[in-house]
């Protein structure tokens, strides 16, 4: 019995080298063109650093408490952790005992994390 092997050759990747460079030169292009049609005026109030509409005050360099962060990262985790909750919703019925099991697993893992967070009192603002 003969078996064949794929042999890929260089001009296989010649289409996806061509959408690259026509990637590219797109980028470079709309990058040269609106350097070139847009305006050239600049101010002092133009070239001022400006944050949602508001004027910069201070040091961007103000430490902040790292109890921010922590929130951010923990919403961040949590979302995570819900997207991997709805596929097993949606297929609760297929996945059976074993799969309700394993759910329960996640979830007390989840929970065991939370109940840490609370503990340490990382979302206890003063």
């Known amino acids: 019995m003969e078996t064949t092997v ?10 996806i ?3 690259f460079a026509a990637a590219i030169g797109f980028v470079i292009f709309a990058l040269v063109a609106t350097h070139m049609l847009g305006p050239k005026r600049s101010s002092a109030v133009k070239d001022a650093a400006w944050e949602s509409g508001i004027e910069s005050v201070g040091d961007a360099r103000t430490p902040i408490s790292y109890k921010y962060f922590m929130t951010a990262i923990l919403f961040v985790l949590f979302d995570v952790e819900i997207i991997f909750m709805y596929p097993w919703a ?11 099991l394993q759910m329960l697993l996640f979830l007390g893992l989840l929970m065991s994390g939370f109940f840490y967070v609370l503990k340490k009192g990382i979302l206890k603002w003063e």
């Open 6 to 15: 794929n042999q890929y050759l260089p001009s296989d990747y010649l289409p």
């Open 90 to 100: 949606v297929n609760f019925r297929e996945f059976g005992v074993e799969g309700f």
């Open 17 to 19: 080298l061509i959408q």
